[in-house]
């Protein structure tokens, strides 16, 4: 079983910067993908960014110039540094893992809030 618990969340005004970290733990296992998503009030899950274990990312086409991804395999931990956030980047995140057996892992979600 993996944990994942983020940090970093908080209310910033638009155009300041944010870094979520995702620290796993409870498993020796390689986690194959680290990844986040955001869920806003009324709206689905949607992916944000994702990085496997060798370092490759997927973003979604609208975040890659203002987000990015990065892992410390060493540290089991994911970050996501947000810059020039949007009221629209307001949302829950929630820091996600899937293991090569392809189990997934998804934390509680942290609230980020961007004022205007």
């Known amino acids: 079983q993996v944990q994942l618990v983020e940090s970093g969340g908080g209310l910033v005004q638009a155009g300041e910067s944010l870094r979520l970290s995702c620290v796993a733990s409870?498993?020796?296992?390689?986690?194959?993908?680290l990844g986040w998503y955001r869920q806003a009030p009324g709206k689905q899950r949607q992916t944000v960014a994702r990085?496997?274990?060798?370092?490759?990312?997927y973003y979604e086409d609208s975040e890659n110039e203002r987000f990015a991804i990065s892992r410390d395999n060493a540290k089991n931990t994911v970050y996501l540094q947000m810059n020039n956030l949007k009221p629209e980047d307001s949302a829950v995140y929630f820091c996600?893992?899937?293991?090569?057996?392809?189990?997934?892992?998804w934390g509680q979600g942290i609230q980020v809030t961007v004022s205007s």
């Open positions: 990085i496997t274990e060798g370092g490759v990312t």
């Open positions: 996600y893992a899937q293991m090569r057996s392809t189990e997934e892992y």
């Open positions: 409870g498993s020796s296992r390689v986690i194959d993908v």
